[in-house]
């Protein structure tokens, strides 16, 4: 199996740009679709991009995902930042039997 | 509008049993693959069970594999999660979440409010 790996947490002021980085251990980052999830303090996570690069109705397009195979990883990345936008960020995949695998969470401040 | 709404939750000693329903309102159920997601508290998202569109194919997370068991009803558009042999360890938040289609490869697009289970003596 493999494993994906995110930064512990990201830092940026409000109304500028920060990507947060999804790298996965083995096997290529191309293979599956990736996955990311917002999880605001005290909320049940929301999808932000589903299928490496597509919104759900309601996310605005300030939020934008991206596969890179040279560094084997995904990005999420978010500009024009916004107070609301502080939450913690789950990346997820998938391996060959179809398991879900999720990596550790980024957790984004907006100072 | 779209939506799930888990139920089911509750406190139980260990070795004991729940059952955990996802109802899903407001889109074509039979069509989407469904899962289980659970956090535990203060800790990330785990991958628990799937199930596909059709109910055909089952996964497994190694953790849960023989204790837990995942089933839908089309009918009435509810997705179970049976847990049995609870651990203190299967204390978290339980999750139910839809997929963009009828495999579980695709994206997962939808997550319900969340069902919390409390395993202790």
């Known amino acids: ?111 | 509008e779209v939506q799930l709404l888990e139920s089911g939750g509750g406190f139980v000693q260990p070795g004991g049993s729940l059952r955990l329903s996802c109802a899903a309102s407001g889109l074509t159920f039979s069509m989407y693959a469904m899962t289980w997601v659970r956090q535990a508290p203060g800790k990330g998202l785990e991958w628990v069970s799937s199930i596909t569109f059709s109910g055909g194919d089952t996964y497994y997370a190694d953790s849960v594999k023989g204790r837990f068991t995942i089933s839908r009803d089309s009918f009435t558009k509810t997705v179970y999660l049976q847990l049995n042999n609870l651990r203190a360890e299967d204390t978290a938040a339980y999750y139910c979440v839809k997929h963009n289609g009828r495999l579980i490869y695709v994206g997962v697009d939808l997550w319900g409010q969340g069902t919390l289970v409390t395993v202790s003596s």
């Open chain 1, 1 to 111: 199996n493999f494993m994906l790996t995110q930064p512990h947490s990201v830092s940026e002021s409000p109304g500028k740009t920060a990507s947060i980085s999804c790298t996965r251990s083995s096997g290529s980052i191309a293979s599956n679709y990736v996955q990311w999830f917002q999880q605001r303090p005290g909320s049940a996570p929301t999808t932000v991009i589903y299928e490496n690069y597509q919104r759900p109705s309601g996310v605005p397009d300030r939020f934008s995902g991206s596969i890179d195979s040279s560094s084997n990883s995904a990005s999420l990345t978010i500009s024009g930042l916004r107070p609301e936008d502080e939450a913690d960020y789950y990346c997820q995949s998938y391996d060959s039997t179809d398991h879900l695998v999720f990596g550790g969470g980024t957790r984004l401040t907006v100072l």
